[in-house]
C-alpha cells in the first residue's frame, strides 16, 4: 500500500483563502479588522520561523500581524503590563506569547493574566476547562489544526479507535478530548506505557506528538490507519517527524509529511481563532 500524503499545506491554504478570507471581509463591512499580536522574547531561531509563517498566512486571511520583540532580560512585570495594555485595547482581537520564553518568568503567570476572549492559542485555564466541558471556546491551534485537517479527508471518527502518543496539555490531552467529542474511542499512551505496540495493533487513526524523532516505524502502523505526525525535528539540517515516514507510509492509508503536514494547519488554527475572537467581539 502507498499512503495518500495528505498536505496540511494544501489544506491550509484552501481554508485561508476561501472560508477565512471571506469572513475577514464580512468583518471589515463593519469596520473590524481581526489584529493578532505576538509576543516574541529573545532570539530563538525555531520560534522566528514559526512567526515569520504566522504572518504569512495573516496576509493570505487579510487580518493584521504584528511582532512585538522584547530582549532575553525582560522582566516578567515588563511582559505583564504589556498584556493588560494589550488586554483593554479594543483593536487588539487575539494575542499568543511565542513558547518557551525565559526561565525567570513564568509562563503559568503569563497565561493567567491573557483575557480568555483574546486567548487565541487557547492556552488559558478558562478555555482549557470550557474544552473539557464541550462547551464552545478558542481551541488550542495544533489540535485544532489536526481536527480540520482530518475532516477535510473526510476522516469520520465515530466508532473509530485512535491512540495518541503523547500527553501534553498542547497536543496529546487536548487532541484526546477531541476525538472523543467526534464520538472516537481514544487510547491515550506516555513514556511510562507498558508494550505500545499492542495498544496501536487495532488504531484506526494514530496521532504521534512523543517529541522523539522517527520514533514509530512502519511496523507498528496498522495496515491502512491514518498518521498524524505532529513532531517536528531537525536533525543535521533535515526535517523529520516523530514517524517514520518512508517505512509508515508503506502501511498507512494517509499519512501527514513533515514539514508540510500539522506545521501548516497549526497557524491556520490560530487564525482561524483570531477570526472568531474578532466576530466575538463584533457581536457582543
Ligand atoms: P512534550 O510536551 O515534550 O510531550 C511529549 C509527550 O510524549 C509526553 O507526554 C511524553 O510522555 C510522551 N513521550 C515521550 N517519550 C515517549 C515514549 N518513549 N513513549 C511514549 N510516549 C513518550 O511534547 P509536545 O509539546 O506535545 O510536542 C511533541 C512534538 O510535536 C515535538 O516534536 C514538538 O516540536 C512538536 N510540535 C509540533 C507542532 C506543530 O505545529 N507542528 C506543535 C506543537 C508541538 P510523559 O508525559 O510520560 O513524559
Not at 493588560?84 to 526561565?103: A, M, T
Not at 509529511?257 to 466576530?279: D, F, R, Y
Amino acid at each position: 500500500m502507498s499512503a495518500e500524503i495528505i498536505s496540511g499545506k494544501e489544506v491550509a491554504e484552501n481554508i485561508l483563502t476561501t472560508d477565512l478570507k471571506s469572513r475577514v471581509e464580512k468583518l471589515k463591512q463593519s469596520n473590524i479588522i481581526p489584529k493578532l499580536v505576538v509576543i516574541l522574547v529573545g532570539e530563538m531561531k525555531a520560534s522566528a520561523s514559526y512567526v515569520a509563517q504566522k504572518e504569512k498566512f495573516a496576509g493570505k486571511a487579510g487580518i493584521i500581524s504584528e511582532v512585538q520583540r522584547f530582549d532575553d532580560n525582560v522582566s516578567e512585570d515588563e511582559i505583564l503590563n504589556r498584556i493588560s495594555e494589550i488586554n483593554s485595547d479594543k483593536s487588539i482581537h487575539g494575542v499568543i506569547v511565542q513558547l518557551p520564553l525565559p526561565k525567570h518568568i513564568s509562563v503559568a503567570k503569563v497565561l493567567n493574566n491573557i483575557n480568555p476572549d483574546k486567548d487565541v492559542d487557547g492556552f488559558t485555564p478558562f478555555n482549557v476547562g470550557k474544552l473539557f466541558l464541550g462547551e464552545d471556546t478558542l481551541v488550542s491551534c495544533t489540535p485544532k489544526g489536526i481536527m480540520l485537517m482530518l475532516e477535510s479527508k473526510n476522516v469520520d471518527l465515530s466508532g473509530k479507535n485512535v491512540t495518541v502518543i503523547g500527553r501534553s496539555n498542547i497536543v496529546g490531552k487536548p487532541v484526546s478530548i477531541l476525538c472523543q467529542q467526534q464520538n472516537a474511542t481514544v487510547t491515550m499512551c506516555h513514556s511510562k506505557t507498558k508494550d505500545l505496540d499492542s495498544k496501536l495493533a487495532d488504531a484506526d487513526v494514530v496521532i504521534v506528538a512523543a517529541g522523539v524523532p522517527r520514533f514509530i516505524s512502519g511496523s507498528q502502523i496498522p495496515e491502512g490507519a491514518v498518521v498524524i505526525d505532529v513532531g517536528i525535528h531537525n536533525i543535521e539540517g533535515k526535517l523529520c517527524g516523530d514517524v517514520d515516514f518512508e517505512s509508515a507510509s508503506k502501511r498507512a492509508s494517509a499519512i501527514t509529511p513533515v514539514p508540510g503536514g500539522v506545521g501548516p494547519m497549526t497557524v491556520c488554527a490560530l487564525i482561524e481563532n483570531t477570526i472568531i475572537a474578532a466576530e466575538r467581539f463584533n457581536s457582543a
